[in-house]
């Protein structure tokens, strides 16, 4: 370890696969991608709730959109590329299960509706 990477008096560096191990990184960045999907829209609506009419809390949604420049950012930037990569991943494994399982029950209720 050199002197630059030496952490303050008091202060203990991560272990080298928490800062390097491409398994944890991928990780990681899944599951980050992940929380991704389910935090940053229900939040983005919430404090839109609170701070707006519902009229317009509902016309100022899709704004929510503007979040996906974060993990575009982290692909670009190549030290955090292969983050920014799973995180993506994560995000689209996500939305295709909540769409999937979304499109499953739609179509279970129309079938046998009573």
Request: net charge negative.
């Amino acid at each position: 370890m050199s002197t630059d990477e030496q952490a303050p008096a008091g202060e203990r560096q991560p272990d080298w696969w928490h800062r390097d191990h491409p398994t944890f990184l991928s990780l990681a960045g899944f599951f980050t991608g992940l929380a991704f999907v389910i935090v940053v829209p229900g939040l983005f609506a919430a404090i839109l709730g609170w701070i707006f009419e519902y009229h317009t809390a509902e016309d100022l949604f899709p704004l929510v959109l503007v979040t996906l420049a974060v993990p575009i950012g982290l692909v670009i930037a190549p030290r955090t590329r292969r983050f920014g990569k799973y995180m993506l991943i994560g995000m689209g494994v996500t939305a295709l299960v909540v769409g999937g399982v979304s499109a499953v029950v739609l179509w279970f209720m129309v079938t046998y509706q009573s």
